[in-house]
């Protein structure tokens, strides 16, 4: 259980610190670099909430 949180807190690290200097494509009516950085801040917080549930379980089973 520790390598998944510690995967999830290491994911969105990497993925919004990877590099995208791209405005042509349009996703959803957005640049896409600012689509990137909302996608990654959705993300985010999506992973950081697995990772509550997964070390409230672990603390749970104690």
Do not use: H
């Amino acid at each position: 259980m520790k390598k998944w949180i510690a995967f999830l807190t290491i994911l969105p690290a990497i993925g919004s610190l990877t590099v995208i200097n791209k405005i042509e494509p349009y996703v959803f009516g957005l640049p896409f670099i600012v689509f990137w950085s909302t996608l990654w801040l959705i993300l985010t917080s999506a992973c950081l909430l697995a990772c509550n549930i997964i070390y409230d379980r672990k603390e749970q089973n104690k």
